[in-house]
């Protein structure tokens, strides 16, 4: 389900996302705060798998409750769960696990299904997935033999209110919601040589403030011609390189705009810094502070297509080249809250597709991992002896806490179907990849249905969960520091 957030602007978020929900919620409490702050990290390390982390994290701390009531030392429970961390990490990379091949576009399409399955956007589908492998596709870079995927900076999320979602795509290139400053521009170019520039190109006044007192009259004019020839002279260095395009982070006089126009070429002014980096990917330029530098060599010539689009009510700039290294999802819908949360659905889908390029080995989805781990750690457990034994099993009991949400939020009984799930993994050792199906709540082969998560996520939530359950258990005691103490001891000590 869809929650509706208000936050305190009074904006509104719809959202199903776990991080970007417990982004908006205020908290108090210090333990909350950290539980709200492993959604982060998750999302921030693999993009995926906020929810099962908070969940997880929450029933491994309901487990050992139990514990401590027994007087069992908190050091010793952190030790079992330590211990059956690393069990389970080395399970799953050995045991639970199957390569996939980062080539074949249909076996990473599973995976993203997966992912999508249970948001907003699983009703476009097809389109989504298209969406995430063509953009990650065009984003990877081998550098000295290691792949770089970064997201961030060069996949950029353009939203454009209007049209139907199925309108979105992805442009092999920069799409700017900028116009040309002047009408008389051209507004389509093929094959554009193109300048970037990262200064003014005005008049540059000076760095603190200067008076000027004019005694007469001539001077004035004087003066206003200096402008005028050094902004000339900054033109007619750019107009040297006869590029077709300039592009600017600052601004542009009426003037200088006046020079280029008569030169013929199309100028736009105030780029953010992040588009002028994804620009010079695009067109092999690189970005130059000061007019006087600019060389040959720094005109980039590798983008093939500048137009400008007018789209709904505002223009959009298009630089578009089959090569290049950047690109910009366009995401169209029928209103911003729609467009938001199919944003923040695509980030995890793109965030997934990256974690199967990078580490290319896949997990069962449907909480049969997490049974399958489970029934691991509930017969290692049997052969341990000592105190240790019993909260080394209860992280398996916590593990089951994912397929069992799985069945309650299709209103499934879960203590039948947790039952069943038990003794269908109990029975043999072939069926690790049974578990719940998310949408009728039965019983099912993920290898039928499917459903795979990259290993990297799956594994980042149980790290995270158990690290954080470790880290609260070793409070015993929450000390609030605060000012006002400080406040009311003062007063005591002045002499009555």
Same mark, same amino acid.
């Given at each position: ?23 908006? =919620? ?15 990290? %998750? ?11 908070? $969940? ?20 010793? =429970? ?15 990379? #050995? ?27 699983? #009703? ?22 290691? &792949? ?37 521009? &051209? ?16 008049? #540059? ?11 007469? /009259? ?7 011609? %200096? /402008? ?8 007619? /260095? ?21 020079? @280029? ?43 093939? @297509?500048?137009?400008?689009?007018? *789209? ?28 938001? /949360? ?15 390029? $990078? ?17 691991? *750690? ?18 398996? @009991?916590?593990?089951?806490? =994912?397929?069992?949400?799985?069945? %309650? ?6 203590? &039948? ?44 939530? @149980? ?27 003062? %007063? ?5």
């Amino acid at each position: 389900m869809l929650k509706m957030l208000m936050d305190p602007m009074g904006g509104i978020v719809m959202t199903n996302d776990g991080n970007a929900i417990l982004r908006e =919620i205020t908290v108090k409490h210090p333990a909350a705060k950290s539980m709200i702050e492993i959604a982060r990290t %998750q999302d921030e390390e693999t993009g995926d798998g906020t929810t099962s982390v908070i $969940i997880l994290a929450g029933e491994v701390m309901a487990h050992a409750q139990t514990y401590l009531e027994q007087k069992t030392h908190p050091t010793l =429970i952190i030790q079992a769960y330590r211990q059956a961390l690393e069990d389970m990490i080395q399970w799953a990379e #050995k045991k639970f696990s199957r390569d996939v091949d980062t080539s074949d576009d249909a076996e990473i399409a599973k995976v993203v299904r997966s992912c999508l399955g249970t948001k907003m956007i699983s #009703k476009w589908m097809d389109l989504a997935v298209n969406i995430s492998i063509e953009a990650v596709k065009t984003i990877r870079v081998e550098k000295a033999g290691v &792949r770089e995927i970064d997201i961030k900076r060069y996949c950029r999320i353009e939203k454009i209110p209007g049209g139907r979602i199925e309108d979105s795509q992805v442009i092999k290139g920069v799409v700017l919601n900028k116009d040309i400053l002047h009408a008389k521009m &051209r507004r389509r170019i093929e094959n554009p040589r193109i300048v970037l520039l990262d200064c003014n190109l005005e008049y #540059k006044k000076g760095e603190s403030q200067t008076s000027l007192e004019i005694m007469r /009259e001539e001077d004035i004019s004087a003066i206003l011609e %200096q /402008e005028e020839q050094a902004i000339r002279k900054q033109c007619d /260095e750019i107009i040297a390189l006869k590029p077709d395009l300039v592009f600017t982070e600052k601004g542009i006089s009426d003037l200088a705009q006046h020079f @280029l126009l008569k030169a013929g070429i199309t100028c736009l002014r105030r780029l953010k810094k992040t588009d002028n980096n994804r620009l010079s990917r695009v067109c092999g330029a690189r970005i130059v502070h000061d007019t006087s530098d600019l060389r040959d060599e720094d005109v980039g010539t590798q983008a093939e @297509l500048f137009e400008v689009v007018k *789209i709904a009510d505002e223009y959009y700039t298009y630089v578009t080249s089959e090569k290049t290294t950047a690109c910009t999802v366009v995401l169209r819908g029928p209103s911003k809250d729609v467009i938001n /949360e199919v944003e923040r659905n695509l980030q995890d889908s793109l965030h997934v597709v990256r974690n199967v390029m $990078i580490n290319p080995k896949l997990v069962p989805g449907g909480g049969a991992l997490e049974m399958a781990l489970s029934r691991e *750690i509930e017969e290692q457990g049997a052969k341990m002896d000592g105190v240790k034994k019993w909260p080394y099993k209860a992280i398996g @009991l916590a593990l089951e806490v =994912i397929p069992r949400t799985l069945i %309650q939020n299709c209103g499934g009984s879960t203590i &039948r179907k947790m039952t069943e799930l038990r003794a269908i993994h109990a029975q043999d050792a072939k069926n690790w990849t049974f578990g719940v199906d998310g949408v009728t709540g039965d019983l099912v082969d993920m290898n039928k249905l499917e459903i795979w998560d990259p290993l990297a996520v799956r594994l980042q939530v @149980l790290k995270t969960a158990i690290e954080t359950s470790v880290m609260l258990l070793r409070i015993d005691d929450i000390v609030s520091g605060t000012k006002k103490a400080v406040g009311g001891e003062k %007063q005591e000590m002045m002499p009555h």
